[in-house]
């Protein structure tokens, strides 16, 4: 007989989750997972203490029990403890893992917040069906030349999950980034609405094909999705028009951000912290208003898509 050098099948990772979610889980009751790269990299010490606390209040708000993710001390958490969520808020060494980094973080026994890409496949391996986040990662401006493209769609053309989010970052190509979700066939739907958000702005100035009404909506469609192929489904939420930055100033800081990156020679991972970081200076506090108040609307939306997901199995 040959010998079989098919690759073991994953066996899954040694998420822990917290006694509340495993309960919620266990009985079926509505979980959605949040992220933990926005709170430490994406807004500002100590505001991002704050915010976590009522991001999780904004999921409950919507019906669901909130599980942020993040590895401490190399065990992938989900679900933190007040304790936890302090310490990913305010240490400013803190790794940002995506889902190359969470073996190495894992073996090593070191700590780190993850990323879209790593929070969905911690999530969705967990059992968790609905994720919220601000904005995805994308293609970056100057991809054509330095490559970058965030981990965040490959990810996403992967893991079988509902992604709510204000669209893409604005810092980044939207169309482009459009164009490849397309390509790695990630379904995309608008939430009332077939604007494509532009995250800070309502409007990217890109139209999506399709929209939901509402969250059983929403729901009936990844039901269908999960049972076709793997891979998200990322539900688009766009601030109300009277919410978003102003486009004038959106349009002026985020070139202003851009070029000071540039001058710092700034690349790779390190890149959308420190453009977020000068966007929230440079405005005054207006972009991290703005960040925080559509993180709170995502995370509401998806629990109330999470409690619709749980009344379909039920
Ligand atoms: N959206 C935000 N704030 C953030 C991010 C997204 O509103 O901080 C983070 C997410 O964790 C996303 C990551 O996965 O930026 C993408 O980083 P990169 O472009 O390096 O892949
Ligand atoms: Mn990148």
Not at 10 to 26: H, M, Q
């Amino acid at each position: 007989m040959q010998p079989d050098h098919s690759p073991a099948p994953p066996r899954g990772t040694r998420a822990v989750p917290s006694p509340e979610v495993r309960a919620a889980l266990d009985a079926g009751r509505p979980v959605v997972a949040l992220e933990s790269t926005l709170l430490a990299h994406g807004l500002p010490r100590p505001d991002n203490r704050a915010a976590a606390d009522e991001v999780e209040a904004a999921v409950r708000a919507g019906g669901a029990v909130p599980a942020t993710i993040a590895v401490l001390d190399g065990v992938p958490h989900v679900g933190l403890t007040s304790g936890q969520l302090d310490r990913v808020c305010a240490d400013p060494g803190l790794a940002k893992l995506g889902i190359r980094d969470l073996p190495v973080a894992v073996a090593l026994g070191l700590s780190g917040a993850t990323t879209v890409a790593s929070t969905a496949l911690l999530a969705a391996t967990a059992g968790i069906d609905v994720f919220a986040t601000g904005g995805l990662g994308g293609v970056h401006r100057e991809a054509a030349e330095t490559f970058d493209e965030s981990a965040d769609l490959t990810a996403l053309s992967r893991i079988p999950l509902v992604v709510v989010c204000a669209g893409v970052k604005s810092i980044l190509d939207v169309p482009a980034t459009l164009e490849r979700l397309e390509s790695l066939s990630v379904s995309v739907v608008g939430y009332r609405t077939t604007t494509f958000p532009g995250f800070y702005v309502a409007d990217s100035g890109a139209t999506l094909d399709w929209s939901v009404g509402d969250p059983e909506q929403a729901a009936a469609v990844f039901a269908e999705r999960r049972d076709l192929v793997p891979g998200a489904l990322v539900v688009a939420n766009p601030l109300p028009a009277g919410e978003q930055l102003d486009p004038a100033l959106h349009d002026r800081v985020i070139a202003g951000a851009l070029a000071a990156a540039e001058q710092a020679g700034v690349r790779g991972k390190a890149l959308t912290p420190f453009v977020l970081d000068h966007l929230h200076r440079a405005s005054a506090g207006a972009t991290l208003a703005v960040n925080v108040r559509l993180v709170l609307r995502n995370a509401e939306l998806a629990g109330q898509i999470a409690v619709a997901l749980s009344a379909r199995a039920a």
